[in-house]
């Protein structure tokens, strides 16, 4: 495995598990008095995440050679992820709760096409 595809996958890894964490965070949002502090610093640490993954991208593309596909995911998520911190700001729920679930079924989806390609195939006659 090349050291540019292990970067790419840590990348999304830690987006997805980021994303996983706001719903976590969401739930305590409505449970409990501190909840909002953790959501909020979830937010910002899925937005840096979001910016790393999309700069792993680029650098997987351009110097290493690679596809330039996860670019293009990496920078709508990043477009996304924008919109869903705004809508969270403007607490417009109605689209910012199923954008949020959008968000992680994206992630999850990137993260299974990253883990799955690039490998040797299988060969079946053993």
């Given at each position: 495995?090349?050291?540019?595809?292990?970067?790419?996958?840590?990348?999304?890894?830690?987006?997805?598990?980021?994303?996983?964490?706001?719903?976590?965070?969401?739930?305590l949002l409505?449970?409990?008095?501190?909840?909002?502090?953790?959501?909020?610093?979830?937010?910002?640490?899925?937005?840096?995440?979001?910016?790393?993954?999309?700069?792993?991208?680029?650098?997987v593309?351009?110097?290493?050679?690679?596809?330039?596909?996860?670019?293009?995911?990496?920078?709508?998520?990043?477009?996304?992820?924008?919109?869903?911190?705004?809508?969270?700001?403007?607490?417009?729920?109605?689209?910012?709760?199923?954008?949020?679930v959008?968000?992680?079924?994206?992630?999850?989806?990137?993260?299974?096409?990253?883990?799955?390609?690039?490998?040797?195939?299988?060969?079946?006659?053993?």
């Amino acid at each position: 495995m090349s050291t540019n595809l292990m970067f790419l996958r840590i990348a999304i890894t830690l987006q997805t598990l980021a994303v996983f964490v706001q719903a976590i965070t969401a739930g305590l949002l409505l449970s409990t008095p501190g909840g909002g502090v953790l959501h909020s610093a979830g937010a910002y640490a899925t937005f840096i995440v979001t910016v790393l993954h999309l700069v792993v991208a680029i650098l997987v593309w351009r110097p290493g050679g690679g596809s330039p596909r996860p670019i293009l995911y990496a920078a709508g998520f990043l477009v996304i992820t924008s919109a869903q911190v705004a809508l969270g700001i403007a607490h417009v729920k109605t689209l910012h709760v199923p954008l949020g679930v959008l968000m992680f079924g994206m992630s999850v989806v990137q993260l299974g096409r990253i883990w799955a390609g690039r490998r040797a195939p299988v060969d079946a006659t053993v």
